[in-house]
């Protein structure tokens, strides 16, 4: 993995409502829609991506997991295209997204969340 530059910038509201969000259905071992996130925490269901986008780059740039793995689309679940465009930016081999998003889920799964 490639190192990206440490977000400085504190997260936005909205991403910190989404994190807790996530902590929470991380902790069941779920993954969730962007529906369930809006649903959830009540940020506008067009802002979600962004927000969970911004969410990946703060938790990679503090050495976590990218917690927005979780939040899925389609069925059957896949990463979102905010995920697999993060994924192709801090991946040597971009050609493993999916085995990305896998290990990433199982390591979002595993972590011992704060809150």
Request: proline content about 4%; hydrophobic content about 40%.
């Amino acid at each position: 993995m490639t190192e990206l530059v440490n977000q400085t910038t504190p997260l936005h509201s909205e991403a910190l409502a989404i994190r807790g969000y996530l902590v929470f259905a991380a902790r069941h071992r779920q993954l969730v829609s962007a529906e369930q996130v809006n649903a959830g925490t009540g940020v506008v269901k067009s802002r979600v991506a962004q927000r969970v986008n911004e969410l990946n780059r703060s938790e990679h740039a503090e050495g976590r997991p990218l917690l927005g793995a979780i939040v899925t689309s389609g069925q059957p679940p896949r990463p979102t295209s905010g995920f697999v465009s993060f994924a192709r930016e801090i991946l040597e081999d971009a050609d493993d997204v999916q085995a990305f998003w896998r290990s990433q889920c199982d390591s979002v799964w595993a972590f011992a969340w704060s809150d």
